[in-house]
């Protein structure tokens, strides 16, 4: 029996759904607050006549068990699919919390591991049915989440019941749901002083001041990764990069010594961007990586563009690994808080502007499909 065809609704992911029309379309997607997966039939959704109505709704899966008192409990964040589009694995950022009781940042992460196939049965709608297994994500505020051959890639960017303060990606068994390894990451260059943290960590050591919520001036020192992506270099690796939403950059990371159980992997200085990153994405080839900037933690500033990075020159610590923004200007942040984005032993900041056709093509792809995106919201009403 042939698959259907699947659309992520996170994300950069966004703008493929209109590459994605034929008759067994589904979108899975998730509210983030509501702790389901809705399945929805991707042609059903486009006929006006289903328009401001549930008729597309296929089915609505529960990513965790309902707790005992039966409250559903789960907080999706992140959908990815493994390679065979048969198993979706469910990132819920704060595990398995009721949102409306647990009201703040740094719950322990959980991965929902899904049976697509189950997803799109309309008898297992507002079930967990669909749910296999629920693995602990390895750290505190899961969000980012790549698959690997045997292994799943976690980023976490909150530590325990703060906004702030992680450095962690877990690499975690597919099978049996373990963590098999931790990357850690190397601590900001902020203009305020840091706390005396050894990376990588070395016990005894106390645990750190940081700070509650954003914002506060306090941010800067913890990387807190978000989103991940891979990218491929010319010269035949694939490296591991990640939106860092607490020091406003972009790492990139040695993914095979990462995957040999080397937990201190990256291997050039820090990319800086307008603000922290969220969605990050690589080009087909694996040779571009698209970032976009959220907001920052230690001021109140959202940010609004996309950058776009070229993977070879970033992983040289190359200049122009970085283009200008390529889609929206902000206003610009002051010198005194942007802090300096590097790594320990890089004494370079990669920043420059434009210089190769194929980055250029690149951003004008992405600046399109943002731009038609835009148009559609201004010119509906949306809830």
């Not at 039939?41 to 328009?51: C, V």
């Not at 390895?138 to 909150?158: N, T």
């Not at 001041?209 to 989103?227: I, L, Q, T």
């Not at 610590?317 to 005194?336: D, K, L, V």
């Amino acid at each position: 029996m042939k698959l259907p065809n699947l659309v992520i609704a996170s994300g950069l992911l966004l703008l493929l759904v209109h590459d994605a029309l034929a008759d067994d379309t589904f979108i899975l997607a998730t509210g983030r607050r509501d702790p389901r997966i809705y399945a929805i039939d991707f042609r059903a959704a486009l006929q006006a006549r289903n328009n401001n109505t549930p008729n597309a709704i296929v089915s609505r899966s529960k990513v965790h068990a309902d707790r005992l008192d039966g409250t559903p409990v789960g907080d999706p964040a992140n959908i990815v699919l493994s390679e065979d589009h048969r198993t979706a694995y469910v990132v819920n950022h704060h595990g398995p919390v009721n949102n409306a009781e647990f009201q703040q940042h740094g719950g322990r992460g959980s991965i929902s591991v899904m049976d697509v196939r189950k997803m799109l049965k309309r008898n297992f709608d507002n079930t967990d049915r669909a749910v296999e297994q629920n693995f602990d994500s390895g750290y505190f505020g899961a969000v980012g989440l790549l698959v690997l051959p045997d292994l799943l890639a976690v980023s976490h960017s909150e530590n325990w019941l703060t906004e702030d303060g992680s450095n962690r990606i877990s690499l975690i068994d597919r099978r049996t749901g373990g963590r098999r390894g931790q990357i850690e990451m190397a601590l900001g260059h902020p203009p305020h002083a840091c706390p005396a943290f050894p990376v990588p960590f070395v016990s005894p050591t106390p645990p750190p001041v940081v700070p509650f919520e954003a914002p506060d001036p306090n941010f800067g020192c913890w990387p807190d990764p978000e989103f991940l992506a891979l990218g491929h270099g010319s010269d035949g690796k694939t490296y591991l990069f990640s939106g860092n939403a607490g020091t406003n950059d972009v790492a990139v990371m040695d993914l095979e010594q990462a995957l040999a159980g080397v937990p201190v992997v990256e291997i050039a200085p820090r990319i800086s961007v307008q603000a922290g990153p969220f969605g990050i994405k690589a080009s087909p080839d694996g040779k571009l990586i698209a970032v976009t900037a959220r907001e920052r933690g230690d001021i109140d500033f959202e940010g609004n563009t996309i950058s776009i990075i070229d993977v070879d020159l970033a992983r040289m610590g190359a200049h122009g690994a970085e283009s200008s923004p390529a889609c929206g200007s902000g206003p610009t942040i002051p010198p005194a808080r942007r802090g300096r984005s590097r790594s320990p032993g890089h004494p370079m900041d990669s920043r420059s502007s434009w210089r190769t056709t194929g980055r250029t093509t690149y951003r004008s792809s992405i600046c399109a499909a943002l731009s038609r995106t835009t148009r559609t919201r201004k010119s509906r009403a949306f809830p």
